[in-house]
């Protein structure tokens, strides 16, 4: 959960990192892979709850 919330740190100084985001819309795997690509992994099942939390 640490590297998800880093990453979602990122995303939101980030204008770069939002787009490629953005461009994912509801693909949880989409955002995964964008993650991976920037040095932070997570699970699927963190992220939903990450989103749940925060939407």
């Known amino acids: 959960m640490k590297q998800l919330v880093s990453f979602m740190s990122r995303v939101q100084s980030n204008d770069s990192l939002r787009s490629e985001i953005q461009h ?20 699927s099942a963190s992220l939903s709850r990450w989103q749940r939390d925060h939407h």
């Open 24 to 43: 994912c819309g509801d693909d949880n795997s989409c955002v995964l892979k964008v993650a991976a690509k920037h040095g932070h992994k997570f699970s």
